[in-house]
Each structure stands twice: as C-alpha cells, then as structure tokens.
C-alpha cells in the first residue's frame, strides 16, 4: 500500500499507530463476532497437522539472536506475559512473579520428572532447573539457536539437570514419561489440539498433570491468517497462528480434562508489551547494528519500525476495554483415565 513507505520510515507518531491499531481491533472484533461459528473452528482444528507454518514462526520471532532478546527482555529472559503487582515497576519483578505462579499453579515439586514444550529462550526451564535440583527436566524448542543458547547459560549457572531438545511439534515424540507437561505460549501455534493432548496424554504418568499458559480471546477464538494488507500481525509476525477463547479448550477433553483454570486481566500483558517497548526504545544504538546484521543494512531501520509496531499492537491488542476483551488464561488439565 502508498502508506506503508511513510510506516517504514518511521516518520508516523506514536500516538497517530496506537489510534490505528485501536481501529484495526474494533474492525477484527466486529468481523468475528459477525462471522463466528465455533463448531466450524473446531472441525477445521481436528482436522488439521498439530502445527502450520512452523518454520515461518521461528523465523520470524528467533532468527533474531539471543542479544536482542536481552536488550528487551529482562532478567528471567521470559519472552511472555509477566504478572504485575500493582506495587511492581520493573519489569524482572514481574517476569519472577509470573514464573512463580506458573510453579504454583502446575503444582510443581521437587524430584518430579518435568517436561516443557515451547521453552523459549529458558525463562521457565531455568528456573524450574534451579529451584528443583533433584528433578529431571526435558525442555523443547523449535528453534536450534534457542537449544544453544539455553545449554550455554546452563553451563555458566552450573545446571546438571536439563535436557534441551530442538524438535518440530508436528514430529516430537518421547518414550519417557513425566509427572508434569508445561507449556507457557506455545499452544497459540499449534492448530490440532485433539492430537496434541493424545500425544501429551501418553507423556504423562498416570497420575501426571499438564498445564497450559496462552493468551485468550474471552468469548472468541480465531486464526490469524493473511487476507489483505490490515492482517499485518499474520504476516509478520504470527502466520499460522491461533488466538484461543477462554472456553476453546472446553472442546478438545476427549483425554485430558480441565480439572482448574484462571484467567488474568489483559493489563498484565499490556504492562508487559509497554515495558519490552520501552527498553527497545532505551536501547536503540545496540540494536540497530543487531538488526543490520539479521536483516541487513538497507532493511535494518524497516525492521525497527516494525518490532516498534509489533510491541505497540500487543499493547493496544490488551489494554483494550481496560483488559477485559483479551486475557491470559492458565489451565491445569488431569487424565481421563490415570490406569
């Protein structure tokens, strides 16, 4: 389109983007609710491989090296929601609470054999790999670089107890068994939940759990997928993926069975977007050769602009209505049948 040159240059105030991301999200909103047909959704789901697009996904979120990642993240190097006390104001305070109620609520122990799909950069893997010092922990990812970054940190921290795997979910499989599956964001890539949480179900022990951290529509669930020049988030940066409903998980217990849940106020992850933008902002001179190197020097400022929009729209996306439209939802599933 004419103005995406003008976007690029980055010549567009903040504040002029945030009124059209917020525009963006009513015109979605009124698509959907016109459109929704959650049976259909769900059919299609079943029928589809357990994940799409997934080499375009790791392309577009960790072809970027793990220095970025520490110039934006803090920390805990968690690339997900934090969880903000109303008395926090850094951003590694809720990145810890977060990993903290994550162990809670997965009812994690020490000596449990744990298993966690979609580890990321290691925010969770490292943590539970510390705190939990007699429990074997097996961590996967899409992305090699991520393996090599998570096993290098291991070194330096003197962790012996983590296995990292570089693996395609579509193709993952263990003959090990575990007391605990994890998974904290992964599960908005993935498209067939009936055959994942088969698959999951046969990784558990009989008495094993698995739980699930995803961002949530709170009535709707939808694909993002590329139909013209506004579906800019699917293109750049979530081609494939899904955006689950609070209840879009009620569909798949054919062998796990939602046994608790909790959904969280989208404000949490709209603090969380803001605090990513705001050290981006703060740490531009080390960027920007970051991204003259990944995306080279003629697309380097593009990208700028883009990782910049990226942060903003996630912003807006759960802000909106003061965080009651989108959510973070935490699920805790059980076996059907523990025999």
């Known amino acids: 389109m004419w103005y995406t040159n003008i976007i690029e240059k980055g010549i567009i105030p903040d504040s002029l983007i945030r009124i059209k991301i917020r525009s963006l999200l009513k015109q979605r909103l009124r698509e959907e609710r016109k459109n929704y047909n959650v049976e259909d959704l769900i059919s299609e789901l079943?029928?589809?491989?357990?994940?799409?697009?997934?080499?375009?996904?790791n392309e577009q979120h960790y072809e970027l090296p793990a220095t970025f990642f520490e110039k934006v993240l803090d920390k805990y190097l968690k690339y997900s929601c934090g969880y903000w006390e109303q008395s926090f104001t850094q951003l590694h305070e809720a990145e810890k609470k977060m990993l903290e109620l994550t162990i809670e609520r997965a009812d994690l122990k020490d000596g449990q054999d744990i298993l966690e799909l979609g580890c990321g950069w290691g925010s969770l893997s490292l943590f539970m790999a510390q705190k939990f010092s007699n429990s074997k922990i097996t961590v996967v990812s899409n992305s090699n670089s991520q393996r090599e970054y998570i096993n290098e940190k291991a070194d330096r921290l003197g962790v012996k107890n983590l296995h990292v795997i570089t693996a395609d979910m579509n193709d993952f499989n263990t003959d090990l068994h575990f007391d605990r599956v994890v998974s904290v964001e992964m599960f908005e890539h993935m498209r067939n939940y009936q055959k994942l949480l088969y698959r999951i179900n046969d990784f558990l022990k009989p008495t094993g759990k698995l739980f699930v951290h995803i961002f949530s529509h709170t009535k709707l669930a939808y694909k993002f997928e590329v139909k013209d020049s506004s579906d800019w988030m699917s293109k750049y940066f979530f081609t494939g993926g899904i955006m689950p409903s609070e209840k879009l998980f009620d569909h798949f217990q054919d062998h796990l069975s939602i046994e608790k849940r909790w959904h969280m106020n989208g404000i949490h992850y709209q603090k969380t977007a803001e605090a990513w933008l705001a050290r981006m902002d703060s740490?531009?001179?080390?960027?920007?050769?970051?991204?003259?190197?990944?995306?080279g020097y003629q697309d380097a400022k593009k990208w700028w602009v883009y990782w910049r929009i990226f942060f903003m729209?996630?912003?807006?996306?759960?802000?909106y209505k003061d965080g009651k439209e989108w959510s973070i939802s935490h699920y805790l599933f059980s076996k059907r049948n523990p025999n």
């Open 46 to 57: 079943k029928n589809s491989p357990i994940a799409i697009e997934t080499k375009a996904a």
């Open 313 to 319: 729209a996630c912003a807006e996306l759960w802000g």
């Open 283 to 295: 740490n531009k001179n080390e960027i920007l050769p970051i991204f003259e190197n990944t995306y």
